[in-house]
């Protein structure tokens, strides 16, 4: 059964750093597409960034190009998101997910919450 | 490109029929996706490719349409299909959901 497990969420204060971590079991990982959509209080569904072309090019939504860093270790079948210069606007439940083809996301982590607050 | 989702909010009683309406800002036939939310609960896809419906889901759940008009229709609504709905499109990026439609019951 494939599953995604999120960690490293937490509460930080604008302009400092986190990074998300993302291990994900029961499917062959290695250029496996994987995505992160978030969340934020109130709000509907955003994608944040994600590998497209079997696995390996990192893409970006234009909020977070420049301050977000996508990655990914086929070994330890982890995808990570650097989150750098966060900003009050970045607060949110992030969402690993698996992306099936084409972008369809087709299992989602339960998500892990990132508060960017003073 | 833009989605724009209609209505926001929506109440109906069960057993009715709704509808659940996306409009892209530019034809994107027939990259349209359709996921129900659920709170404390991850998303889940329900349609790809704005018509066809995804293993083990109801098919009380159908999707429609092309260019830029699809919709979502659920018949004979369920207790368990309370939720929001968001469409999502993968033709172009950055792939974009629509703003979401909360499904309350009536």
């Known amino acids: 059964d494939v599953h995604l497990e999120e960690s490293g969420g937490g509460l930080v204060q604008p302009g400092g750093s986190l990074r998300l971590s993302c291990v994900v079991s029961?499917?062959?990982?290695?250029?496996?597409?994987m995505s992160w959509v978030r969340q934020a209080p109130g709000r509907g569904l955003e994608w944040v960034s994600g590998f497209s072309s079997g696995g390996l090019v990192p893409l970006y939504a234009g909020a977070v190009t420049g301050r977000f860093t996508i990655s990914r270790d086929n070994a330890k079948s982890t995808v990570f998101l650097q989150m750098d210069s966060l900003r009050i606007e970045d607060t949110a439940r992030y969402y690993c997910?698996?992306?099936?083809?084409?972008?369809?996301?087709?299992?989602w982590g339960q998500g892990i919450v990132v508060t960017v607050s003073s | 490109i833009q989605v724009t989702q209609s209505p926001s909010s929506l109440s109906a009683s069960v057993g009715d029929t709704v509808t659940i309406t996306c409009r892209a800002s530019?034809?994107?036939?027939?990259?349209l996706n359709w996921y129900q939310h659920k709170p404390g609960k991850a998303p889940k896809v329900l349609i790809s490719g704005a018509s066809n419906l995804q293993r083990g889901v109801p098919s009380r759940f159908s999707g429609s349409g092309s260019g830029t008009n699809f919709t979502l229709t659920i018949s004979s609504l369920q207790p368990e299909d309370y939720a929001t709905y968001y469409c999502q499109q993968t033709y172009g990026a950055p792939i974009t959901f629509g703003q979401g439609t909360q499904l309350d019951i009536k």
């Open positions: 997910v698996k992306d099936a083809w084409g972008w369809l996301f087709d299992y």
């Open positions: 029961g499917l062959t990982f290695t250029q496996q597409p």
């Open positions: 530019q034809g994107i036939s027939p990259y």
